[in-house]
């Protein structure tokens, strides 16, 4: 009935040694007021300096998202008081950011989506606040914590286009290694601003932002809500009542709600800080951070599907998580076959990541020369498939290599063409009724009669040759 437009505002905090403008550790603490320096906390008389990593991670990312990058590298003062801005300013990138004008190609639902990106900005974080029934502590841990905040333009219509692209997004902070992007240690979160339109009006729809969402479910159901809402509003003649204003959303409910009026924007005083000379982003420089701009997620699902031939489903389960598609890299590296080591990842160590939020892929014991080691005792016919599951499963319980456990539990595929044929003449001489019955028509008898081959070797027989030796006989 109504077109809804959407814009985000991303942060990210990046992963570095130190601070963004400080000597202080760059890292997560659960004890409060641990990894700070004199200039996280405000102090007088200390001055920043400009971590480079954080420079070239941010250069990094803009190059990716095909921005236009500025000349000189430079900060910012975004000028506001509160608790958790110990300086009473944020040290910022907003005259000059370190990319503008940005587009990347999404897939929605089977379609390509272009998203364009107003800018994409280094920063500072702030401390962060813990409320009390009766009083509010400051943690400066996160005080000065190396933050990239990328924005859009107004340019997303669903909770669809904006979580694909926020996911697309985090899978380029994961595979440049700019961010780990753990949501646990509050790693990412979003401004989501949405407004909705008649489908056929020019103009945009009065916005509505909803501040520091830190899941993208949240987001989901944030934008959801907010379509509902003033959707509603707009249907019953009401719309007047949506206002520009900012607004929060509450896990419990699954609602949003009004925090403050939003009238007019607010005034910063934005101005150059002149503590941070210039940094001349040199070509040398630039070509530099190109060249080392590793394969991205959309690069390596391509491949997949080119060179492996594995299915775009397939395709994008791997590498959707790069420890994931990482670890089927390495299977492929030590020469298993891409398709079997795609089938046993997507379908069994999966399977076990799945089993709980606290574990990876690094979690799980069965390591990608595991899996090689598997694939090969399978495609040399040492073992069954059927086999290869039990195997896995007991890799699993008892913490052994395929091979030792294959060993262990003597699971060897019988090669003596002898005791087979006489395994075979065994089961035939057992069943005559079962014969009779395939030769009328009842071809799953034949089945049946390997099953038969396959239970008095204990598994050990090629279920293939077993097969081939009862039709030679039977006929």
Known sequence: MYKAVIGLEFHCEMKSHTKVFSNAINGFSKLSNQLVAPLDMGFPGTLPVVNKTCVKKAIEMAMILNCKIPEYMEFDRKNYFYPDLPKGYQLTQFFNPVGVDGKVVIEVNGKEKEVLIHDIHLEEDSASLDHYYDTSNIDYNRSGVPLLELVTEPCLNSADEAIEFLEYIKRIYEYTDISDCDTKKGQIRADVNVSIMDNDSKE?????EVKNVNSFDSIRKTIEYEIERQSKLKSEGRYDEVVQETRRFDDETGTTIHMRSKADAIDYKYFTDPNIPKYKITNELLEEIKKNIPMLAHERKNKYISEYNLSEYDAKVLVKNKKVSDYFEECVRLGADAKSACNWITTKVLAEVNKSDEITIDDVFIRPSMIAELIKLI???????????????????????????????NMEILEDDNLVNSLVDEVLSENEKAIEDYKNGRTNMLDYLVGQVMKKSRGKANPVDAKNKLLEKIK
């Open 204 to 208: 945009l729809g009065t916005k509505v």
């Open 379 to 409: 495609a040399d016919k040492k073992i069954t498939n059927n086999q290869g599951k039990e195997v896995f499963t007991k890799m699993l319980e008892e913490h052994l290599t395929p091979v030792e456990i294959v060993k262990k539990y």
